[in-house]
């Protein structure tokens, strides 16, 4: 009898899907509940722990499936992650009273920058004590997403062989949502902390 193949999908399959789901997404900045805090800083902390616990309960349920099914739900895991943390992220843009001002720049740059540093770089500049957040036009978003998808890639492949152990598996791809979390958290406190400027847009 011949054995089964195990079916992986390819480097390039993944990393298109990862960027096309990043475009469906990111557009859409979430809406928020919260209101501006006197205490910024330590009112996001408790919507990052809160959001970070959230991401690893739903990550690690969706690495519950072993062997091909669990590769299926490498892609929806990142995703249902991503809107966790971009209703985090806006969370934390209110709390510090940077609603108005939170773009989908805002999204890719704390989202990304600590998995996908090269492919967001040049979303925000420092200009003299302000940080500058760029308007890309929707072909450069494109080309930051693709670029995105090829970093993310490389993580998930790795952390899709984690599908073929049990238990076990849920577990490591839940701590890491936790952590992955965390960062994301840090990277967008320390943007809307700051004195930002949004770039207008090009006509």
């Not at 902390?45 to 739900?73: D, F, H, M, Q, Y």
């Not at 600590?114 to 420092?126: N, T």
């Not at 500058?132 to 998930?156: F, N, P």
């Not at 943007?191 to 949004?198: E, I, M, P, R, S």
Request: charged fraction near 20%; charge should be positive; aromatic fraction near 6%.
């Amino acid at each position: 009898m011949a054995r089964r193949k195990r079916v992986v999908p390819s480097r390039t399959d993944i990393a298109t899907r990862v960027a096309d789901a990043i475009l469906g997404f990111v557009g859409d900045v979430p809406k928020s509940s919260t209101v501006p805090s006197r205490t910024p800083a330590e009112a996001a902390r408790t919507v990052a722990n809160t959001a970070a616990a959230k991401a690893a309960v739903t990550a690690g349920s969706l690495a519950l499936p072993v062997g091909p099914i669990g590769w299926l739900t490498i892609l929806p895991e990142l995703v249902a992650v991503w809107k966790i943390q971009a209703r985090m992220v806006a969370d934390i843009a209110v709390l510090y009273d940077k609603k108005a001002e939170l773009t989908r720049e805002h999204m890719l740059y704390c989202l990304f920058k600590h998995s996908a540093a090269q492919a967001v770089r040049d979303l925000v500049a420092r200009v003299g004590e302000r940080l500058l957040v760029k308007s890309a036009s929707l072909a450069v978003v494109q080309g930051v997403a693709r670029a995105i998808g090829v970093e993310i890639t490389q993580h998930a492949i790795g952390r899709g062989l984690s599908r073929w152990i049990p238990i076990a598996g849920a577990v490591g791809v839940g701590a890491y949502a936790y952590y992955d979390t965390a960062r994301v958290a840090s990277t967008a406190i320390e943007l809307f902390a700051q004195d930002t400027v949004v770039e207008p847009a090009a006509k």
